[in-house]
């Protein structure tokens, strides 16, 4: 099946740094790319749509400056926490969908647990 | 009010029972609904695709009632495996999926 390779699966980071995070998909091109954050108990949030070879679009709140997103290939999406602070210590998850297949199904990477101190 | 809304739980049940979730989602244009499952700090991964006729999957029964903007996801004999997170996810116009905010499942033996 569809694999979605989300790399690193954990990051400790010190407040003002930043963090690069990676999607991939390994056996399928994903023109379009999702990127979600997740609080402890809470729902999964779109932060931003990445499109290969164009801008991405970010949800309302969601700093672009923030969050750099770069979809340079049909295989690869990478999300940057540019100056992480504490607030921003989440799960970060990626979520490609393959062509063809059904609406709903979208394939997820393994997630990042990004912790700022 | 939030786009999708479930009870967050937790449900605690033994093992055998028979438990069912619910959902409710505010944009009527929506399209497309499914049930997700998320083991904790792991990825989601889609359970089952629900649709307006229901429809079952083993043990897993989902409906959706689109005039009362509802979904539901029952469980029958409940397994241990089962105990995980439940999330109801909506998918509109757009491509994007929005995730309801989960309910936690424990089965106990």
């Known amino acids: 099946g569809a694999v979605v390779s989300q790399h690193p699966s954990r990051v400790i980071c010190k407040s003002g740094t930043s963090v690069k995070i990676e999607c991939r998909s390994l056996d399928f091109q994903a023109t379009t790319m999702f990127w979600y954050r997740q609080f402890p108990k809470q729902s999964l949030m779109l932060m931003a749509t990445?499109?290969?070879?164009?801008?991405?679009?970010?949800e309302q709140g969601v700093e672009k400056d923030k969050f750099l997103i770069n979809h340079a290939s049909l295989t690869l999406s990478t999300l940057t926490v540019t100056s992480a602070h504490p607030e921003d210590s989440s799960f970060y998850i990626c979520?490609?969908?393959?062509?063809?297949?059904?609406?709903?199904?979208?394939?997820f990477g393994q997630g990042t647990r990004l912790t700022v101190v | 009010r939030k786009e999708v809304e479930q009870d967050p739980g937790p449900f605690n049940v033994p093992e055998g029972a028979t438990v069912a979730f619910n959902c409710t989602y505010s944009n009527s244009a929506s399209q497309s609904f499914f049930w997700y499952r998320q083991d904790c700090r792991k990825e989601p991964k889609l359970l089952m695709s629900v649709y307006s006729s229901g429809n079952e999957d083993g043990r897993f029964t989902a409906q959706l009632n689109r005039a009362s903007q509802y979904i539901s996801l029952l469980i029958r004999d409940s397994k241990l495996s089962d105990s995980a997170t439940y999330l109801c996810?909506?998918?509109?116009?757009?491509?994007?999926?929005?995730f309801g905010s989960g309910t936690q499942l424990t089965v106990l033996p």
């Open positions: 996810v909506v998918r509109g116009s757009a491509r994007q999926l929005t």
């Open positions: 979520s490609a969908r393959r062509q063809g297949a059904s609406l709903g199904e979208a394939f």
């Open positions: 990445s499109n290969e070879g164009s801008k991405a679009t970010y």
